[in-house]
């Protein structure tokens, strides 16, 4: 393989990303409105030429390049959060803007700039000759990431029967490659009380109170350690084999954590006793928890055994239509996954990097010192559709995407001119290399 054309190539096309990329920050599009977009990024694929461009029922955009038998997929989320308070932006985050280096813009590290290295990268693989009778490649502009991280490849392998070897998600990486992530799931909690007069509220059996107990316990279960003196064992002990077989992805992973996010409340009036509380938990989870153990250790917190009579915990359910009107209701349940070191797909992708740029991370002259302070494989702090694509589903999913993960949802998000180059010649290079290698 002639990996200096393959550089040469995707250099070549930088300005054709950078004005792709401009396009789509133009175009609001948070989740359950990301049609324009979409119609958007289907416009680019046929002008590179894809062979098959396919829109399914829930509204994801599916380009295919190649005749192969083994397909391979590229993942990126088309869909973006809101601005937030427009006064902390600088500049117009629609309308963004472009210097030498940067673009900056809503979207432009979260995460359309891996959709356009992506569906340059395989534009490279047509120009290079480098597609065959072995793979056909798969490129997705998918959409309700922000909103329910994994619904759009949960419906695209149940419902479209579409099942790549495996997944390279375009989330940014900081110039590194990643192997995994903390799961998440979303928990309620609900405590019944008896109202009465708040003149006497001796009479009545305030909800608050109960849930100011659960809290506590909640605070208790994130902070604490381990050490059997500990009443409550913290989340720290799936860091220790004693009580976590799969300790050590744990530690690569780092620790799962637990916080209150929400607070709700029923009451006759502001005179009186509240009768109901409910608390949303925001819950992470490492490496060897479930979310069946995560509702039992919410279940067995002293304070929730102490109201059990009075109380529910329960998983939350997402069923927000998409763009296209499609409901397809799931679980609030984002499992954690991690591919081994050693697996076939972890060790393509790092031939690939570094054939084509060593064995360091890469970036610009602002990012470099700290990208390469980090190990090339490592692992996002952050969920992404890899939840379902390995998490529910068990095919194998890795990531290397252009930008930095701290312009996720910030305000003045911009991406880099180079990481948008570098991953789509990354890309373009990695079914050859492993489909040699398997």
Same mark, same amino acid.
């Given at each position: ?15 054709? /990303? ?56 590229? @993942? ?108 998440? /799931? ?18 009545? @059996? $305030?909800?608050?109170?109960? /849930? ?62 509240? @009768? ?135 305000? $003045? ?26």
């Amino acid at each position: 393989m002639d990996f200096e054309a393959i550089k040469s190539q995707a250099q070549k096309y930088e300005k054709d /990303m950078v004005k792709f990329l401009r396009d789509m920050v133009r175009i609001p599009g948070e989740s359950s409105n990301e049609g324009a977009k979409i119609q958007r990024a289907k416009e680019e694929m046929e002008k590179v030429g894809f062979d098959k461009i396919e829109i399914d029922k829930m509204g994801n955009l599916l380009g295919y390049i190649g005749h192969g038998k083994r397909l391979i997929a590229f @993942d990126g989320h088309i869909d973006t959060v809101g601005i937030g308070e427009r006064k902390n932006w600088k500049f117009d985050p629609y309308e963004g803007f472009e210097n030498d280096t940067e673009i900056g813009g809503r979207g432009t590290s979260d995460q359309e700039g891996g959709i356009a290295s992506a569906i340059y990268g395989a534009k490279i693989m047509k120009d290079l000759g480098l597609l065959n009778d072995k793979y056909t490649v798969l490129v997705t502009a998918t959409v309700q990431e922000e909103d329910c991280d994994g619904l759009c490849w949960q419906y695209i392998i149940k419902e479209e029967n579409i099942r790549p070897e495996f997944v390279v998600s375009t989330e940014p990486t900081d110039g590194g490659i990643y192997r995994g992530q903390r799961g998440r /799931m979303e928990i309620r909690v609900d405590v019944k009380g008896i109202s009465s007069h708040g003149s006497a509220p001796e009479r009545g @059996d $305030n909800a608050i109170y109960k /849930m100011s107990e659960i809290i506590q316990d909640i605070r208790a279960l994130n902070n604490n350690g381990c050490g059997e003196s500990t009443a409550i064992l913290g989340l720290e002990k799936m860091l220790h084999e004693k009580y976590n077989p799969e300790w050590k992805e744990a530690r690569f992973l780092g620790r799962g954590s637990v916080t209150v996010s929400q607070i709700f409340y029923s009451s006759p009036s502001r005179c009186a006793v509240a @009768d109901g509380c409910s608390i949303s938990l925001d819950r992470r989870m490492t490496s060897g928890e479930t979310w069946e153990s995560c509702l039992e250790e919410i279940r067995q917190l002293p304070a929730v055994q102490r109201y059990a009579d009075d109380l529910e915990v329960s998983m939350y359910d997402y069923e927000r239509p998409s763009y296209t009107g499609l409901s397809y209701p799931i679980e609030c349940y984002f499992p954690t996954w991690v591919i081994p070191e050693d697996h076939a797909v972890t060790k393509a992708l790092m031939e690939a990097h570094h054939e084509l740029y060593g064995d360091k991370r890469q970036g610009p002259a602002a990012q470099i010192q700290m990208r390469q302070a980090r190990p090339l494989l490592d692992k996002w702090t952050f969920s992404t559709n890899g939840v379902t694509i390995m998490g529910r589903n068990g095919i194998p999913c890795i990531g290397f995407g252009p930008g930095a993960e701290a312009q996720a949802h910030a305000p $003045n998000e911009i991406t880099w001119k180079e990481d948008l180059v570098r991953c789509a010649a990354v890309y373009a290079a990695l079914p050859s290399i492993y489909i040699k290698n398997s």
